[in-house]
């Protein structure tokens, strides 16, 4: 599908698309998520300002795995602030959301005319999304001249050129990549890599120039640097000449869509070594069942460790995987503390006023309902500068052990 998707209050009568829909309303209905996560809950009786947020995800195509995971977590913070009843500013203003779902199909011309509409909608705050660089980056001028805030919720590629209306909430890759190769390189004892990446995006190409341009830095040898496009389907020239440079281990920078099928190529060519990838992608159930479980063994990073979550965060993970289809990823923590942080603005602004929720953001700090610490200094960039990185090794479907170097 393509275009704009419907605006949603997500409450008790409406829990979203591409959710569970019977789990998620009768979790509404037995008041699961009104006291977790709650902000000052207001009075279901007095009347409160409906906010209204713009959200564009890639719902389909290789990075869907990803959108849909911003999307959701998105849809359950909007459900939890709304389940309480509101939120209420510092002068006692009374809130509560609606969302939009907007599907950008992949294509970065998409994501910018779904954020022009989110612009010349005066009711809209703030624009969600994408978690994907192929939207993120080319809205990122747009929002600059628009003066619309832009929260990304996934999107780790370098930005060439900020503007104090930029933000993401989110890990970014020049940050994870050079910590996870620190110390997978230690523990596989890689002197000899190899690079498979998706010249198509602009995240996964960033993430194989990281891991180019480092070599020298963490001692090892880059042996094959081999590109192919986003919908490819074989991989064989590539697969032959990263065999040809006899690695330790093959970087695979490439959407979860595209990477299922260079994984299982890889493995089918003959080539058995570790394998690491960035985003956290290995971690992510649809890449261990698309690829039958080949990714087992395989590193990655990720902003957080749910094989390890306690209080609060457990608690969400549990609540979010019984509420929609695909399991929790940081994505999904990505598009929740997304929404968060257009709320914390509004409450700190008392208001719905898009300049003052971008002067808050330009030096915003707090933490999420999940622990997620969200910093800000813009300028210099958008980027958080409290970002958290774990790096994990894939012991099983959904599965992660941490590794420490």
Known sequence: MSGRGKERVVNRENAGRGVSRRTFV?????????????????????????????????????SAAYGIRGRDGALLAVKHINDAGGFADQKGNKYTLAMTEDDMVNDPKQAATLFRQH???????????????????????????????????????????????AYRVN?????????????????????????????????????????????????????????????????????????GGKPDAIYIAAATGDGVKVVSQVRTGGLDQPLITGYGSFRDPVYWDGTGGKVQGGYTWAALDFSTATGKLKEWETEYNKAFKLE????????????????????????????????????????????TKVTFKNPPHGDNLTPAVVVLQVTGRGQAKAVAG
Request: glycine share 10%; proline share 6%; aromatic share 6%.
């Open 171 to 243: 890990t970014v890759a020049a940050t994870a990549v050079p910590a996870m190769l620190k110390v997978v390189v230690k523990v596989a004892g890689i002197k000899r890599l190899g690079i498979m990446y998706d010249q198509t995006q602009d995240a996964q190409s960033g993430d194989a120039r990281i891991a180019r341009d480092i070599a020298g830095e963490l001692g090892y040898e880059v042996v094959a640097f081999e590109a192919f496009r986003a919908g490819d389907q074989d991989f064989s020239p590539q697969i032959a000449k990263v065999k």
């Open 119 to 165: 612009a010349i909608d005066p009711q809209i705050v703030a624009s969600l999304g994408p978690t994907n660089s192929v939207g993120f980056l080319p809205v990122i001028p747009v929002a600059g001249q628009l003066k619309l805030p832009l929260i990304g919720n996934g999107s780790g590629a370098p930005v060439k050129q900020w503007n104090p209306w």
């Open 328 to 371: 929790a990823t940081e994505f999904s923590t990505y598009g929740y503390n997304s929404v968060w942080t257009v709320v914390e603005c509004i409450k700190r602004t008392n208001g719905t006023d898009r300049n003052k929720i971008q002067e808050a953001l330009a030096n915003l700090a707090f933490t999420t309902p999940i622990g």
């Open 26 to 62: 009768s979790m509404a209905a037995a008041g699961a998520a009104g006291t977790l996560f709650a902000p000052a809950i207001i009075g279901r009786a007095q009347a409160a300002t409906v906010v209204k947020l713009g959200h564009t995800q890639p719902l389909t195509g290789p």
